[in-house]
């Protein structure tokens, strides 16, 4: 009798997981045919929102297989698109950090600064790196320098601080494990007390990877981190996202951990394209009108599409998951 009962709390839980995003039905949202000059692939958009309408930073690869970044924006977050019609933020050519391009941004408001932070991604020869920019506006944007030594990627700071460190995750190979880290700052230049928060897990379906998807979004039981986990199979890697809880106030407690992830690729345009098989969610926005989360990704590394949850229907998932071991 208690074998059923588990069982079927398991089952529920899976539909749950299973049920809990909608893709957008007008998806892909945007694609390199949309864009006003010519782009090989938009994908892995950072998104904010600013007055009333929703922001996309996207990755724009351009025809070299050289990444940029482009806003586009939006009155609803899923129709009427207006793209800057060049290049927002460009790789810093004198910075031989970013002979390569930039890519797979995140964006979060830091209220102490009132402006919006964005770590992105510079890339060379010497590996990927997390870099720093701060903007009010997506116009002009005071670029921060690097943050950590390479090979660093999937980065994110928290919108503000805790017992007065500045708090940013992020995902460095260490030992050649791609596990998510958490590392601490008093001044966003300085960083120390790196701590493993997210780890792989033997046979799951986030076996071989694990990076953070959107930026944390924060409720009043916890924060809720999403984030991308990877098999890699014969026929190629699968790229699929999960979801924590870390406690609110001390976010290098994590409490909890889905076993199953919440979205993977399974529709034409994440299964076709670049690179086939992925999902891959940078940017979220939270309507509080409607208690919705629009979760923005880069589909197959060739376009950008949303999922639509609810926000208690995830906190009601993510309480329903198992207390993280870890
Ligand atoms: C990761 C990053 C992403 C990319 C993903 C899937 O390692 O490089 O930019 O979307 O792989 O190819």
Known sequence: MEMENGNMAELSRWKKAHDLFKKYDGNPILSPT???????????????????????????????????????????????????????????????????GLEDPRIVWLEEQKQFAVTYVSFSEGGPVVSLAITKNFRTFARLGTLLPPEDKDACLFPRRFN?????????????????????????????????????????????????????????QGWLVFYHGVRSTTAGQIYRVGLTLLDLNAPWKLLRRSDEWVLGPAAYYEQIGDVGGVVFPTGAVVHNETNQLYLYYGAADTTVAVAITNLDDCIDYIMSCPEADE
């Open 34 to 100: 949309d864009w006003p000059y010519p782009a090989n692939a938009v994908f892995n958009p950072a998104s904010a929102k600013l007055n009333t309408e929703t922001l996309l930073l996207v990755r724009v690869e351009d025809m070299r297989g050289f990444s940029h970044l482009t806003v586009a924006r939006s009155p609803n977050g899923l129709t009427d698109w207006h793209i800057d019609p060049e290049p927002t933020l460009e790789a810093d050519q004198s910075s031989c950090e970013e002979k390569w």
């Open 164 to 220: 007065g460190r500045f708090a940013l995750i992020h995902r460095p190979i260490v030992r050649g494990e791609a596990h998510i880290w958490l590392s601490f700052s008093p001044d966003l230049k300085h960083w120390g007390d790196h701590q493993l928060l997210i780890r792989t897990r033997a046979a799951y379906w986030d076996c071989h990877r694990v990076g953070l998807a959107c930026q944390p979004i924060e409720t009043p």
